[in-house]
């Protein structure tokens, strides 16, 4: 991992602990998500939300577009949750849509626990 995306990761988490003091746990996910968006901008952080990603398979388009939650600097995507825990399936979609990006950091993020450091999930290709 560069410096840029430690420096972003860090900026990422900070932020989303911003959010999760305010908020805590039990909420939809779009809260958060729109919550963190709006803390990254505050913060000064570029990042888009709700990244289209079409579905190509040798050439042609199968399925509809990927969704990823949030691009950070077009270096880091940083995947949301609320559930109760973390399955390894997020951990395969976070790694999934690193690759289909060519983004090799990565942030999975669960809201919905106690404390947000427990929640956090740092993944590096």
């Not at 579905?55 to 199968?62: A, I, N, S, T």
């Not at 691009?71 to 949750?81: I, P, R, T």
């Amino acid at each position: 991992m560069g410096m840029v995306e430690a420096e972003l990761t860090e900026q990422i988490i900070g932020a989303a602990i911003e959010v999760h003091k305010h908020w805590g746990p039990g909420l939809y996910e779009e809260i958060y998500e729109r919550s963190l968006c709006h803390e990254l901008r505050l913060r000064s952080v570029a990042s888009e939300t709700q990244v289209r990603l079409p579905l190509l398979y040798k050439g042609e388009r199968v399925g509809e577009d990927l969704r990823l939650d949030l691009v950070v600097h077009g270096k880091v995507v940083v995947e949301l949750k609320a559930v109760k825990e973390l399955e390894p399936i997020h951990e395969a979609q976070l790694l999934t849509y690193m690759k289909l990006t060519g983004c090799r950091v990565g942030l999975l993020i669960n809201f919905n626990v106690p404390v947000l450091k427990h929640g956090i999930k740092r993944m590096v290709l």
